[in-house]
């Protein structure tokens, strides 16, 4: 069973509720829960979440344009709740490539966008919004790399329930212009918020790690990376940035 927003109190994973009902779902559908025992990230990797501190969000969205298409769409995520979280006064929120949001050099959120199956053209994604609203340091000791919470990012911190509402709407106008205009329009957004941008870092590739200088984004969504070589485009799920 399913409708077009269900707020479930604990849940396996927010993406995997909407990805087993993939065939029964709105266009926009959202599910939202308090706790997570199996929040996921990338590659396997563990979403840590607490009850009741944070946001954890899924929309499912049937992308007619297909997969192809879906390269550029969580940058656009990621545009969408830096530019959403700005209204609500967190304005010095940032992106970092390919699928977190940050603030001052710290993760607060992460997007996982998963698909499953096509039919005929059409690709049926679910994406996944984890963001720190109020994690505690105990809550959060097991994270292995520096996060911040939007206590810390926001000087006059909205309710949840405004918060949820201001994400889904914006995630919602943001996706239906993203078919209309693709990754062209939202080029030059991503660049004014991009974290990264003409900072040295180091790209692994898995057993590989590349340096250079950071330089946004291209056409397709590849990260631009300037070395000795010159400047080149680096695109695919294997790739993780890291500062230097
Ligand atoms: P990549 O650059 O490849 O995306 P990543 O380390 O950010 O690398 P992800 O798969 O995007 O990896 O995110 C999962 C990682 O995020 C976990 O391994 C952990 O380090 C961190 N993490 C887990 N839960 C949280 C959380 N609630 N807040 C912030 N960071 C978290
Ligand atoms: C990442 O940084 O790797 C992405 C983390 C995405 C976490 C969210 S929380 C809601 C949704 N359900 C999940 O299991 N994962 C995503």
Known sequence: KCS?????????????????RVGQLPQGAVCLA???????????RQWLSPFGSNLYLSMYWRL???????????????????????????????VKWPNDLYYKD??????????????????????????????TDQEGTDIDQAWTNLVQA?????????LAAVLIERLHQTLTAYEQIGLDGFI??????????NRPVKLLIGERVVEGIARGIDKQGALLLETDAGIEPYIG????LRGC
Not at 4 to 20: A, E, G, M, Y
Not at 188 to 197: C, G, Q, S, V, Y
Request: net charge negative; with cysteine; charged share 20%.
């Open 4 to 20: 077009n927003l269900d707020l479930i109190p604990v849940i396996d994973s927010t993406n995997q509720f909407l990805l087993d």
């Open 34 to 44: 308090e706790y997570q025992q199996a929040g996921r990230g990338r590659r396997g």
């Open 64 to 94: 007619d344009a297909g997969m192809a298409a879906a390269m550029g769409l969580s940058l656009v995520v990621g545009i969408a709740i830096a530019e959403a979280l700005q209204t609500l006064g967190a304005d010095e929120i940032r």
């Open 106 to 135: 710290k993760k607060l959120a992460g997007i996982l966008i998963e698909m499953t199956g096509q039919t005929g053209e059409a690709a049926h994604l679910v994406i996944g919004m984890g963001l720190n609203v109020a994690m």
């Open 154 to 162: 926001c000087d006059d911190l909205p309710e949840r329930n405004q």
């Open 188 to 197: 030059d957004r991503w660049n004014k918020l991009d974290n990264f941008l």
């Open 237 to 240: 799920g294997e790739i993780s």
